[in-house]
């Protein structure tokens, strides 16, 4: 059986449950960090490929990569 990509985030450590505060100032029971793709180019593309099948009923223009976490997605 395939795991899951919630799965394979967790194991990486890219999600992870506790008190975190924000940037925005506000509390999170959860952090997600999609930093850490960038050490998984395996992972990196398989996000990649869930985002094009959400979003192939879009219309775009453009994708941007906010940095920091956000360039290496972005890119993929």
């Known amino acids: 059986m395939e795991t899951s990509f919630a799965e394979i985030l967790y194991e990486m450590g890219a999600i992870r449950f506790g008190t ?3 940037k925005s100032g506000s509390d ?3 952090y997600v960090d999609l930093r850490r ?3 998984d180019p395996h992972t990196l593309m ?3 490929g869930e985002m ?3 979003s192939a009923n ?3 223009q453009r994708i941007a ?3 920091t976490a956000g ?3 972005g890119t993929a």
């Open 20 to 22: 975190f505060k924000l």
């Open 28 to 30: 999170s029971p959860v």
């Open 37 to 39: 793709m960038v050490s």
């Open 46 to 48: 398989r996000v990649a």
């Open 52 to 54: 094009v099948q959400s």
């Open 58 to 60: 879009l219309t775009y």
């Open 65 to 67: 990569g906010i940095p």
């Open 71 to 73: 360039l290496p997605l």
